[in-house]
């Protein structure tokens, strides 16, 4: 019989003092945020849903436009959250009724199964593995030379997002994978097309917008059914 081996996320490990204080301050701060901003119905119908989208995502096939977008996308995005990056792509191509490129850059733990959704569902995908991004960085970033923007890159993960990417598909727009578009971004195409650099920016969304849309509205803007 297999015999579990204890781990650091055993129950002793939340018991010690400094894990213990740390979700005593954390959890109730968090809770607290679930509710005054999402609601807690709403909250877990999208946890609901984060779980049933890798399914629906392998259905979707190729997605029904044969125009092709003379405009480069980059997403940095691993096994965790590829399906948030697949739904944010869909998103954007059925707003701009074409399939721009694509340009994936894994974090390392991208599978080659969900590799294969996003190549079903937009064809012609560049994906960079680690190996070749570690080969771009060096030659253009040489660490002698740059020492300290390596050292923050080795201990920020989120420095790759400023760096690899623009490295590796240089000019693209890089998008975070939990954005969704509802329309045509006229104004971000508009500055790619000028070559002005442009970054955005998060901003507080006002309550009685609402934060979630139906499943069923994503779906069919994103051309997911259920």
Known sequence: MNQRLPSKHSLLHYLKPGPLLYHLLYYPRRFAHIASTYGWGNYLSAKRGQRTLPAKLAEVGRVPFAQQMDVSFSFLTGSKFWDQTALCALSLTHALQAVPQFTIVS?????????????????????????????????????????????????????????????????????????????SPTDLLELYNRRTPFFMSEASVPQDLGLFASSTDLYKHTGIFP
Do not use: C, N
């Open 107 to 183: 974090d390392g733990s991208l599978q080659e199964q969900q590799m294969q959704v996003l190549k079903d569902m937009f064809g012609d995908i560049r994906f960079v593995g680690v190996g070749t991004s570690e080969e771009i960085v060096e030659h253009k970033l040489p660490r002698e030379r740059y020492p300290q923007l390596r050292g923050e890159r080795d201990q920020y993960v989120l420095m790759r997002k400023l760096l690899d990417v623009q490295l590796v598909a240089p000019g693209s727009i890089y998008l975070d994978s939990d954005m969704i578009f509802w329309d």
